[in-house]
């Protein structure tokens, strides 16, 4: 039953993506989160998934499929100037190569290289050449737009059924962090729409959005994940203090005003009913220390085994400065896989040449990211850089590198708005062609 739904999802990713091809790209980033919807009521780990395989492969080999096909049917189709980013992500993904040559064990190493070649590497590349030929207005909404579908569903799945583990919500079998992460750049995109309704598609009435902000906070806030909580209230600040910066006559406008009210409102209704219904939340959130300085009944011990993790790291980084221990050798070291902070992990298995790198990618994305605050940018060029932000923050906590293929495709779509020029400020965005 299981495969049947996955089936009839793919097939729906491939027959949208044939007309909307980036809301592929949304179904197909959010795929780990999608399938485990179907698959059992708890959380276990991937290698322990007989469903993670298959579907796995094919989502993101659906999504550039359609990409590829709408791009053979351009017959003027340009390959973009390269920018410093797209030569970084290319030495990474040769550093991480030469780094399974190494490695402890160099199956897991090619396996991983395998991973972030085919869920970071080419999401990003193939996005950079699509989004440089197709910057149409149109095409960034239709991604967005669909990112938010997607986290509203989820959510209203997750809330019905009430599965999770640890006091946490998720969905199916998903684990917590991804499925918070998911709903985290729902949240984003729900915010922004809000605040900017003169970009809302006028067939969205404003009560849909406000109802699916208060639902998908709920979902969040229930998956009592301090990680993505602790990256969305800073991108949210982000998305929402640019008009600022960009108009010191912004709060003269009385809409812009009115709605950042009504944001602060549900926000506040959220935070009073999760108060209620889940006060856990609020105790593992703002009682970091006394948790994490606490082991009982498992208070505390994500964070400690974390610094413990960090700690292996900083020490493998130490004794192997320049080229680390290799690509997947981690996990030789420590009973984690991988010490949940993308630049210790990198300078623990790829030494200096590996966290140079990655460091320059991390400039980059801050420097596009503060491009995007520039009054004459494509007003959705602050929601990308936005989403971004929250990849970027929540990488230093969660996640191995090749996970982060959401940090690689909102990259890539900052690059591609921030070298957009046509201004759609004062103009509502249709989902009509």
Known sequence: MIEVIMLMVLLFTIFVGLRYPLIAVAIASQSYVIRNAFIGTYYFAIEDNPQEGIWGILFPLAAYLVLLLNMSRNKDLKIPKLVTSDIIMIVLTIILLAGVIYSPDPYRGLIIFAKFVSLALVYYLLLRLYLSNYSSTHNFYTYFIGLWIISVLVSIFALTFQTGIDKRLTVGSSHPIPFGMLIASGLLINVFFIVNSNMINR???????????????????????????????ISTIFLIAIPVLRSKFVFLKFKYVINLMLVALVIFIAFIFIKVETPFFIERLFNGLSMLLSSGEGKGQSALERINAWETALGLFSLHPILGVGTGGFAYFHFFEYPHNIILEVAAENGAFGIITLIFLIIISLREIMLSTRKQSNPFSVLAASLTLLNLIESQVSYTLWMHKGWFISLAFLIALNRAHDDISTKFVSFRR
């Not at 906070?217 to 301090?226: D, E």
Request: aromatic residues 20%; hydrophobic residues 60%.
């Open 203 to 233: 067939y969205i009435p404003k009560k849909v959005l406000f109802a699916s902000a208060l639902i998908l906070l709920y979902a969040f806030i229930a998956s009592n994940n301090r990680g993505p909580f602790i990256a969305w209230v």
